[in-house]
């Protein structure tokens, strides 16, 4: 069972990226999948998650009307499109399904 994060990099502020969890053992339809994230010298904190079923989705205040979670099960992926992004989004991104995590990917907002 293994879990990838995909899509980090540098972008100034204001910018985007969409972040890809791909899944090799099993598939992500079948439970919650959460984004969390950790930056320096911070905690790791959870910023998104989209439930199985109608994959209703829930948001950190911190990312809310920025951030959009999504998943394309015939890929087997979960996504995380985040824009207008701010320096504090700076941070080692992780997905998780169930006790399951990624490496991660790293996300650096900086002028």
């Known amino acids: 069972l293994q879990l990838v994060e995909s899509g980090g990099g540098l972008v100034q502020p204001g910018g985007s990226l969409r972040l890809s969890c791909a899944a090799s053992g099993f598939t992500l339809d079948d439970y919650n999948v959460r984004w969390f994230r950790q930056g320096p010298g911070k905690g790791r904190e959870g910023v998104s998650c989209?439930?199985?079923?109608?994959?209703?989705?829930i948001y950190s205040d911190s990312v809310k009307g920025r951030y959009t979670i999504s998943r394309d099960t015939s890929k087997n992926m979960v996504y995380l499109q985040m824009n207008n992004l701010k320096t504090e989004d700076t941070g080692v991104y992780y997905c998780?399904?169930?006790?399951?995590w990624g490496p991660g990917t790293q996300v650096t907002v900086s002028a």
């Open positions: 989209i439930m199985t079923g109608e994959d209703y989705t």
């Open positions: 998780k399904y169930q006790a399951n």
